[in-house]
């Protein structure tokens, strides 16, 4: 399953990008990791919008600035694809967290769920 996903990843050039922390002492136990998923636009003169997802750092981990280091890395990324901004989505519980590292939220965005599956084939 997963590396079917993987597979579809890979399909999508310059779309998707992750970034892992793993500790080489522990095994190569993943402890960190973040995604960008840059999206093409027709509005904005057909622009690229970055998206930084799915950010998650191992509880025993936290402390290290691995989150820091990884938003930074991925809007980083985002900006070298050209996009005209970068937007960190996340939970509504983890709002109060990025504030106090100084990110700001801008608008309130909502979830549509559907019960239908996702295609595996999506580019």
């Given at each position: ?9 890979l ?20 402890v ?92």
């Amino acid at each position: 399953m997963y590396e079917a996903r993987f597979d579809d990843l890979l399909a999508c050039p310059s779309t998707y990008f992750v970034i892992v922390f793993e500790d080489v002492e522990n095994q190569g136990k993943i402890v960190a990791s973040a995604s960008l998923v840059v999206e093409r636009k027709f509005l904005r003169n057909a622009g690229i919008v970055g998206h930084v997802e799915d950010v998650v750092v191992h509880p025993d981990y936290k402390g290290n600035s691995m989150g820091k280091i990884m938003l930074n890395a991925l809007k980083d990324l985002g900006l070298s694809q050209g996009c005209y901004k970068v937007i960190l989505d996340c939970d509504p519980k983890n709002v109060g967290e990025y504030r106090r590292r100084r990110r700001h939220p801008t608008a309130r965005a909502f979830v549509i769920r559907e019960t239908l599956g996702v295609p595996r084939t999506f580019c």
